[in-house]
């Protein structure tokens, strides 16, 4: 596989699924970049497995569980590459790898903590590290609440080192009907932040077209 910069409107980027609730956000994700022929390299940590487990009823990390949706497009099978959490000398962990951002999506307090003070004892917060240095993009979807003094001044610290704190908190301004409409409209905001292109319900010029506005009936 190519590990370096794909040519025209691909990318390619690497997800960080951590131990918060959201696994819809962090599948819904992959679903899409994937679908659209972005290569993506996946980290879980061992905490992000349960989650999975729990919300997700996915047992071993694979192609076919992670996205379903793809799972008969062979051509597609070689876009995810799945990394070990536990194998820091993967290639994510080098700078020398060439990516276009990196998504740490469902983002714990824990994850949150060890990437703000710098320990990459996992590949996950280590990748986080090399994106940081390399001033690449690098999206933090914090997802627990509420938050603690401690989660505020790590997310200030991620934030100054420029990382993008990216709460997946929904824009009801949209009339979601459905849970997916919820997660679709967090997937959609981060996929703006990495500048891909989407077809995903997000922006306020939707809502206003159908009548409606802030505190106006719709």
Known sequence: MNTQHRTGDTRT?????????????????????????????????????????DEADIRQLTFETLCPKHAGRDDLRQNLVLHPNK???????SGSF??????????SSASLGAMATGSGSNL????????????????????EMPLSL??????????LAGATICSPNPGFYLLPRSVSDIVDFTVGKILDLLRIKHDLATRWTEAHARGGGPGEPA
């Open 13 to 53: 980027l690497v997800v960080g699924i951590s131990g918060a609730s959201g696994a819809a956000y962090a599948l819904r994700l992959i679903e899409i970049l994937i679908g659209q022929g972005h290569e993506v390299h996946a980290v879980v940590s061992d905490y992000g497995r349960r989650l999975l487990f």
């Open 87 to 93: 194998d820091v000398g993967a290639v994510i962990a």
């Open 98 to 107: 060439l990516h276009d951002g990196m998504v740490v999506v469902p983002c």
């Open 124 to 143: 996950l917060t280590r990748a986080a590290m090399v994106t940081l240095k390399e001033r690449r993009p690098l999206i933090v979807c914090h997802r």
């Open 150 to 159: 401690i989660d505020i001044e790590n997310m200030r610290t991620l934030a």
